[in-house]
């Protein structure tokens, strides 16, 4: 396939998910713990297929690394989450795009790497894109839920570092294996502190079958974007061309929440006034632009 292709199929697939992710914790959900335990089930599912198909990974000290972000990126649901519960999803998933520029500052920081000209100009037109979007002017206040996808989306840069030195250590399939192991692993852990335990356990006990095919599908969601982004990075180009193309989730994101508030606003409803779909817009143009910069 045409990894311009595979590129604008994988946001398309995240973007999907963010809106469902939206729906299941209105509809479905006990709490955040709750949410946060079922975005697992699936992975213990993926890990079994992966390692019929691939077999014993190669252990080492690096196998840690996979396990961590596993684990990581399950604990960083209860950020997003909760931002979720807050926010308009399209706004929130339009703040993603500060997750290549925070990735690159980390680096800079504490890896030592050096900071280009232009990932520096990049870094400043995504920062006002991200303004323009997260805040309020009418309030004073930053858009509901800024607080909580800003951890979220520093647990996420920090990963991303990780897997990039990660994947230099280990086939993609050994990495991806245990990776969806620590996510495994991330949803037994929920069982450690009481009060989370309860949460989980309510949430099992009252669990319909909907809740189960709904979670399950969202996984499906991501686990397809996962592929289609991989295949994508296999036969680029450059891994940097693949990062621009996939900022068009947040405008697919902008898309899908206008369709979804006009059609069933009463599961999802989002802010569509002309001014804020404007303020959207712009600011995802901009966040565009400073990543397009930052990263060609």
């Known amino acids: 396939m045409n990894w311009i292709f595979l590129s604008l199929l994988a946001p398309l697939f995240w973007a999907s998910s963010n809106f469902v992710d939206k729906y299941i914790l209105g509809k479905y959900t006990k709490g955040i713990f709750d949410f946060v335990f079922f975005s697992t089930i699936t992975s213990w599912i993926f890990f079994a297929a992966i390692f019929l198909f691939v077999g014993t990974p190669e252990l080492n000290i690096y196998s840690l690394i996979p396990i961590a972000t596993g684990?990581?990126?399950?604990?960083?649901y209860g950020f997003y989450g909760k931002a979720l519960e807050q926010g308009d999803t399209s706004s929130l998933v339009i703040l993603f795009k500060l997750i290549p520029v925070i990735t690159v500052i980390l680096a800079f920081?504490?890896?030592?790497?050096?900071?280009s000209s232009n990932e520096l100009v990049g870094f400043v037109v995504v920062l006002a894109g991200a303004t323009i979007i997260s805040f309020e002017k009418t309030k004073g206040i930053f858009i509901k839920g800024f607080g909580m996808i800003l951890i979220a989306i520093l647990m996420w840069s920090v990963m991303t570092l990780f897997i990039d030195y990660g994947l230099t250590k280990m086939s993609f399939w050994d990495y991806f294996m245990?990776?969806?192991l620590g996510s495994a692993l991330a949803g037994l852990t929920m069982f450690i502190i009481p009060s989370i335990r309860r949460q989980v356990?309510?949430?099992i006990k009252t669990a319909t079958a909907g809740k189960y095919i709904w979670f399950s599908w969202n996984n499906v969601l991501?686990?397809?974007g996962q592929m289609s982004i991989k295949k994508a990075l296999a036969i680029a180009p450059s891994a940097g061309l693949v990062t621009v193309v996939m900022q068009v989730?947040?405008?697919y994101a902008i898309l899908i929440g206008v369709f979804l508030t006009l059609l069933i606003p009463n599961i999802i409803k989002e802010d569509i006034s002309a001014p804020t779909l404007i303020k959207k817009v712009i600011g995802?143009?901009?966040m565009f632009s400073g990543?397009?910069?930052l990263l060609i």
Do not use: P, W
Not at 71 to 76: D, R, T
Not at 109 to 115: C, D, H, M, P, V
């Open 291 to 293: 990543v397009y910069i």
């Open 109 to 115: 920081a504490f890896l030592g790497q050096t900071l």
């Open 71 to 76: 684990m990581v990126l399950i604990y960083s």
């Open 249 to 251: 989730q947040s405008f």
């Open 284 to 286: 995802a143009t901009i």
């Open 222 to 224: 991501d686990f397809f």
């Open 201 to 203: 356990i309510e949430g």
């Open 178 to 180: 245990l990776d969806n």
